[in-house]
Nanobody, 126 residues
């Protein structure tokens, strides 16, 4: 099992920026797909972004394309989600997740992931 710890959440005004960090520990995770999800009150958890091992291919939800940037540093066991141009609708609890790569996986679906962090709250005011 991989232990995941998120940090960097907070409150910002619309148009502001935040960077979420996810630090992994436990079993080796460099071969895992790493994803970020978010869940707003009363809504289902949705995929935000995911990055594959090896190729480093990145997938973004349409709602965050052009505003969020995902990166991973295997040497530092860290995955970063840079969030720019934040909007009130981005308000949610954000979760880091890790899962084994498999051919044809849908990396913005939570069913593709095995290990989850506790989440970090992001609040964007208008």
């Amino acid at each position: 099992q991989v232990q995941l710890a998120e940090s960097g959440g907070g409150s910002v005004q619309a148009g502001g920026s935040l960077t979420l960090s996810c630090v992994a520990s436990g079993r080796p995770w460099s071969d895992d797909v790493m994803g970020w999800f978010r869940q707003a009150p009363g809504k289902e958890r949705e995929g935000v972004a995911a990055i594959l091992p090896g190729s480093g291919s990145i997938y973004y939800a349409d709602s965050v394309k052009g505003r969020f940037t995902l990166s991973r540093n295997n040497a530092k066991n860290t995955v970063l989600l840079q969030m720019n141009g934040l909007r009130p609708e981005d308000t949610a609890r954000y979760y880091c997740a890790a899962g084994p790569w498999k051919y044809g996986g849908n990396w913005l679906r939570q069913e593709s992931y095995r290990d989850w962090g506790q989440g970090a709250q992001v609040t964007v005011s208008s």
